[in-house]
């Protein structure tokens, strides 16, 4: 699949590839087609052998990615189907990005919430300004974050600061996502390009085969997860209910969702 007008790739140097969220008018949200093409994108970039070092970014400095693009739920979501399939092009695009072979980067300026930040925790590395707004928001809208896409939260900062991102909802500036463990390196708004691609550079003046074989050994550490298929079906069961659809209404009316647990 070639490159959407919303997700580009570049090639800086020889070793380093940059994908680019490129849809600053929706501070670079995803809808469905954006989904696909990521997943299609990395698994076409892991599978070049003259790759070292994969960045992805946001066009502009505003923002990384607000997440899904919740303007689009009418027609790419709503039912048990559309459901079912959003959520497997969502897993299959995540574990695209979280299984590609080369290591990657997260370049996040701004904004960096809900899917975003979902992108930016299956990286190996995130480099963050201090004023970025980082978190993930499904609570806000009676969502029910995946078990697959909640894991890397949970083993890179832990089950008490997964809570206060699943539980809770917090969203964290640059500087507190650093110290919660959820940034690799954190640095001044404007220097945010210049330290993720040295990063970049030092991964990509390594050895190629000892970076991928580490990567893929610690990600073989972890083990598979601990559930089972009927679990992972019944995440989808939020579209269902009424918490959802009251939320997702209220959104696109600009107003505060009540939640009444059903």
């Given at each position: 699949?070639?490159?959407?007008?919303?997700?580009?790739?570049?090639?800086?140097?020889?070793?380093?590839?940059?994908?680019?969220?490129?849809?600053?008018?929706?501070?670079?949200?995803?809808?469905?087609?954006?989904?696909?093409?990521?997943?299609?994108?990395?698994?076409?970039?892991?599978?070049?052998?003259?790759?070292?070092?994969?960045?992805?970014?946001?066009?502009?400095?505003?923002?990384?990615?607000?997440?899904?693009?919740?303007?689009?739920?009418?027609?790419?979501?709503?039912?048990?189907?559309?459901?079912?399939?959003?959520?497997?092009?969502?897993?299959?695009?995540?574990?695209?990005?979280?299984?590609?072979?080369?290591?990657?980067?997260?370049?996040?300026?701004?904004?960096?919430?809900?899917?975003?930040?979902?992108?930016?925790?299956?990286?190996?590395?995130?480099?963050?300004?201090?004023?970025?707004?980082?978190?993930?928001?499904?609570?806000?809208?009676?969502?029910?974050?995946?078990?697959?896409?909640?894991?890397?939260?949970?083993?890179?900062?832990?089950?008490?600061?997964?809570?206060?991102?699943?539980?809770?909802?917090?969203?964290?500036?640059?500087?507190?996502?650093?110290?919660?463990?959820?940034?690799?390196?954190?640095?001044?708004d404007d220097r945010v390009e210049e330290e993720?691609?040295?990063?970049?550079?030092?991964?990509?003046?390594?050895?190629?085969?000892?970076?991928r074989f580490h990567k893929r050994a610690l990600?073989?550490?972890?083990?598979?997860?601990?559930?089972?298929?009927?679990?992972?079906?019944?995440?989808?069961?939020?579209?269902?209910?009424?918490?959802?659809?009251?939320?997702?209404?209220?959104?696109?009316?600009?107003?505060?969702?009540?939640?009444?647990?059903?």
């Amino acid at each position: 699949m070639p490159d959407s007008p919303h997700i580009r790739t570049e090639r800086p140097e020889p070793h380093i590839a940059v994908v680019v969220f490129d849809r600053p008018e929706k501070r670079n949200a995803f809808d469905l087609a954006m989904w696909e093409t990521l997943g299609a994108v990395m698994r076409r970039l892991s599978d070049d052998e003259s790759l070292r070092c994969v960045v992805l970014r946001g066009a502009g400095a505003e923002a990384f990615s607000a997440g899904a693009d919740i303007s689009a739920f009418a027609a790419e979501r709503g039912t048990r189907a559309k459901e079912d399939r959003y959520g497997r092009v969502l897993h299959e695009s995540l574990q695209a990005l979280r299984t590609c072979r080369h290591p990657t980067v997260a370049m996040i300026r701004g904004v960096c919430i809900g899917g975003g930040a979902g992108i930016a925790t299956m990286c190996d590395f995130r480099v963050g300004g201090e004023g970025i707004r980082f978190g993930i928001t499904a609570r806000n809208l009676g969502i029910w974050y995946p078990y697959a896409e909640m894991d890397p939260v949970v083993q890179i900062a832990g089950y008490a600061v997964a809570a206060e991102v699943f539980i809770e909802g917090r969203i964290f500036t640059g500087t507190e996502a650093h110290q919660k463990g959820l940034l690799s390196r954190v640095v001044p708004d404007d220097r945010v390009e210049e330290e993720a691609m040295a990063l970049a550079r030092r991964i990509a003046e390594g050895a190629p085969l000892s970076a991928r074989f580490h990567k893929r050994a610690l990600q073989r550490l972890r083990g598979p997860l601990p559930i089972t298929p009927e679990e992972e079906e019944a995440v989808a069961d939020f579209i269902l209910t009424a918490d959802f659809q009251n939320a997702y209404r209220a959104f696109l009316a600009k107003r505060k969702p009540v939640f009444e647990g059903r």
